[in-house]
C-alpha cells in the first residue's frame, strides 16, 4: 500500500503561503510523504473531477472534486523515474517516462483505462519500440488524436502514433528526427517544438504525418527553450526556457515568414526564478515556476503581458530544480491542479481578471523627440520597463488604482507623476521629461568600454565603478524594442564582462544598472 497522508487545509488557515498570493486562493492540499512528484494532468467523468498526478515510483489518481477531502483512490506502482509526463485522450490516459533506474526494464508509454478508476486494479496496456522507443520525455495529443512522443530514449524528436483508430495499441506513423525535441504543442497539422539543446523552437508541418517537413526555427531569449503553447488562436506562441532568471515570452507566429517576439515576463517573487511549463487558458497563461509556484498573466494583450496572479507553494525562496512543476487549469469547476516536486498536490480557486494597462510613450519636454531606454517604473508593481526605440513603452497592473510613476533618464530629471488605471482598459500617455539632471553614469562608473563593435561572435565589457558595490549590480543588454535579451550579475567594483551569446544580427543596446543608478547606454551592432 502506498504511504502517504491527507493534509487538510481550509482557506481560512493558508497563513504558510497566502503572504504574498494574489488572485488565487488554497482549496485543497494533498501531500506524499515517500516520494516526489513531477507532472500533471487532469480528468474529469461523471461529475468527478480527477488529478493525475506523476510520482517518482507511479501514477497517483486523486479524486478532487471536493477539493477539502480530496482522496487517493488509485496508485498504480511505474518504473521510477524523475521525469513523467501524462496526457489523456478519450477515457485513457498515456504517460511518458524518463531515464529511469539501474534494474529496471522500461516501461514505454503507459496507457491506462480511466473507466477503471476506483477499482482494486486499474486496466493498463504498455507500448514501446524495441531499439526505437523505450523513454521518452514528454507527450502531447493533438485534437485528431495524434500522439506526438519527444525526447525519445533521450534522442529522438518526435513519434508520431495514431491513437483514435485504437487508443490501447497505438499505431506507429512515423519518427521525425530533424531535432532533438524537449516537448511540443500541436494544432492545425502544426508542431511547436522545443529544441532545448539548441535554444530554440521549431515549427514543423506535419499535415502529412508521414512526411513532416520544417517549417522554421527561431531562437527564445534565455536559450533554453523548455515548453511551448499556442494561443486559441493560433496567432501567438508562448514558450519557457528553463533556467534561472529566465522568462516567459510570447511570439507573433502568425506569418511564419516574419516571426516576432513581442513580450517577456517572468515571476515577481524574485529574479532567480525558473519558469517551468506554461498553458493557455482563454486570455490567460497559466505556469509554473521552480521554487516560486504558479502565476497567472492576462495574455489578451500578447505584446504587454501582466501579472495578474500568483500563489507560491514553496515557501522557501531558492533558486533550484523543485518546487510547482506541472499545472493543470481546465477541470469543469475552474479548479487549478499543481504538482509540487517536495510539497504535494495542490488545488487552488483562480481569480481570472483583466489587467490595468499603462502605454505610450517617453519624451523630450524641450524638443518633443522621443527617448529610448528611459526607465518606467509603477511603484509597487516589482518591475520597471524601458522606452523602446521610439520612446514607446507598455507595462500595466494587476488591479485598478490610483498608482505612482516614476520615469528616470540619464541626463533628465526624473519625473513622478499620479496616474489612473482600470481593470480591462489601457491608460495611454505621453510623459515629457526635463534635461538637466547630474548623470547617472558620473555617479555609477568611472568607466564603462564595449568592444568590438561592431560585433561577431562576442563582445567585451570592461568596467569600474567610483565606489565599493552594496549591492548587485547587472549588465543589461536590449533590443531596439527596448525588450531585455540577456542579462549578466556583476558582484565585483571593477572587471571584465564576456557577453558571448548567440544573437540575430542587428541594432541592441548595453547598460550597467546598479539599483535605481544606470550608466550611459552603448549602442552596439551584431553583424
Given at each position: 500500500m502506498h504511504i502517504k497522508y491527507l493534509i487538510i487545509l481550509l482557506l481560512s488557515f493558508t497563513s504558510l503561503y497566502s503572504q504574498t498570493d494574489v488572485n488565487i486562493s488554497l482549496l485543497g492540499k494533498f501531500e506524499y510523504t515517500n516520494t516526489d512528484l513531477n507532472d500533471i494532468w487532469g480528468y474529469a467523468n461523471n461529475g468527478k473531477e480527477y488529478a493525475l498526478v506523476g510520482t517518482y515510483d507511479g501514477l497517483s489518481i486523486v479524486d478532487v472534486t471536493d477539493p477539502v477531502n480530496a482522496v487517493e483512490v488509485n496508485y498504480l506502482t511505474t518504473v521510477n523515474?524523475?521525469?513523467?509526463?501524462?496526457?489523456?485522450?478519450?477515457?485513457?490516459?498515456?504517460?511518458?517516462h524518463g531515464i529511469y533506474?539501474?534494474?529496471q526494464t522500461a516501461q514505454g508509454l503507459l496507457i491506462v483505462d480511466l473507466n477503471t478508476i476506483g477499482n482494486e486494479e486499474m486496466t493498463t496496456w504498455s507500448y514501446k519500440i524495441d531499439n526505437v522507443y523505450e523513454t521518452a520525455h514528454n507527450i502531447f495529443i493533438d485534437e485528431n488524436g495524434i500522439a506526438y512522443i519527444f525526447g525519445v530514449n533521450e534522442i529522438g524528436g518526435a513519434l508520431i502514433l495514431n491513437l483514435k483508430d485504437d487508443p490501447t495499441s497505438p499505431e506507429y506513423l512515423s519518427y521525425y528526427q530533424d531535432h532533438y525535441l524537449h516537448d511540443g504543442y500541436v494544432k492545425d497539422n502544426k508542431l511547436y517544438g522545443c529544441a532545448d539543446k539548441n535554444g530554440y523552437f521549431v515549427i514543423v508541418d506535419v499535415a502529412d504525418k508521414f512526411n513532416p517537413t520544417d517549417v522554421v526555427t527561431s531562437d527564445t531569449p534565455n536559450r533554453t527553450t523548455h515548453n511551448a503553447w499556442l494561443s486559441d488562436d493560433a496567432k501567438t506562441l508562448f514558450t519557457t526556457d528553463e533556467r534561472i532568471s529566465a522568462y516567459i515570452t510570447s511570439f507573433d507566429v502568425s506569418d511564419t515568414d516574419n516571426i516576432k517576439q513581442l513580450d517577456m515576463v517572468r515571476s515577481r517573487y524574485s529574479d532567480q526564478s525558473i519558469p517551468h511549463n506554461t498553458v493557455v487558458n482563454g486570455d490567460f497563461l497559466i505556469s509554473s515556476y521552480y521554487a516560486q509556484g504558479i502565476q497567472i498573466v492576462d495574455a489578451s494583450h500578447p505584446d504587454n503581458l501582466i501579472e495578474v496572479g500568483r500563489f507560491d507553494t514553496t515557501p522557501e525562496d531558492k533558486a533550484e530544480f523543485n518546487g510547482a512543476w506541472g499545472v493543470y487549469p481546465y477541470l469543469p469547476s475552474g479548479n487549478i491542479l499543481v504538482s509540487d516536486t517536495e510539497h504535494g498536490l495542490f488545488v487552488l480557486k483562480p481569480y481570472y481578471?483583466?489587467?490595468?494597462?499603462?502605454?505610450?510613450?517617453v519624451k523630450d519636454a524641450s524638443t518633443n523627440g522621443t527617448i529610448y531606454n528611459a526607465e518606467i517604473e509603477i511603484i509597487n508593481s516589482g518591475s520597471p520597463t524601458f522606452s523602446g526605440y521610439s520612446g514607446d513603452f507598455k507595462t500595466g497592473m494587476a488591479?485598478?488604482?490610483t498608482y505612482d510613476v516614476v520615469i528616470k533618464k540619464e541626463g533628465y530629471k526624473t519625473l513622478?507623476?499620479?496616474?489612473?488605471?482600470?481593470?480591462?482598459?489601457?491608460?495611454?500617455?505621453?510623459?515629457?521629461?526635463?534635461?538637466?539632471?547630474?548623470?547617472?553614469?558620473?555617479?555609477?562608473?568611472?568607466?564603462?568600454?564595449?568592444?568590438?563593435?561592431?560585433?561577431?561572435?562576442?563582445?567585451?565589457?570592461?568596467?569600474?565603478?567610483?565606489?565599493?558595490?552594496?549591492?548587485?549590480?547587472?549588465?543589461v543588454l536590449?533590443?531596439?524594442?527596448?525588450?531585455?535579451?540577456?542579462?549578466?550579475?556583476?558582484?565585483?567594483?571593477?572587471?571584465?564582462?564576456?557577453l558571448d551569446k548567440d544573437i540575430d544580427a542587428g541594432v541592441y543596446f548595453v547598460q550597467i544598472f546598479n539599483g535605481t543608478k544606470m550608466s550611459r547606454v552603448v549602442r552596439v551592432v551584431k553583424e
Open positions: 523515474s524523475v521525469w513523467k509526463d501524462i496526457k489523456t485522450y478519450s477515457h485513457y490516459a498515456y504517460i511518458t533506474g539501474s534494474g481578471h483583466k489587467a490595468s494597462y499603462l502605454e505610450g510613450t488591479n485598478s488604482g513622478t507623476s499620479k496616474i489612473v488605471l482600470e481593470q480591462g482598459k489601457t491608460l495611454n500617455t505621453v510623459f515629457k521629461i526635463e534635461q538637466g539632471a547630474l548623470s547617472l553614469d558620473d555617479e555609477l562608473l568611472s568607466e564603462i568600454n564595449v568592444y568590438p563593435n561592431p560585433f561577431k561572435d562576442f563582445l567585451q565589457v570592461d568596467y569600474s565603478f567610483r565606489d565599493n558595490l552594496q549591492t548587485t549590480a547587472h549588465l536590449t533590443n531596439i524594442r527596448g525588450q531585455e535579451i540577456y542579462r549578466l550579475d556583476i558582484n565585483s567594483k571593477e572587471g571584465s564582462l564576456l
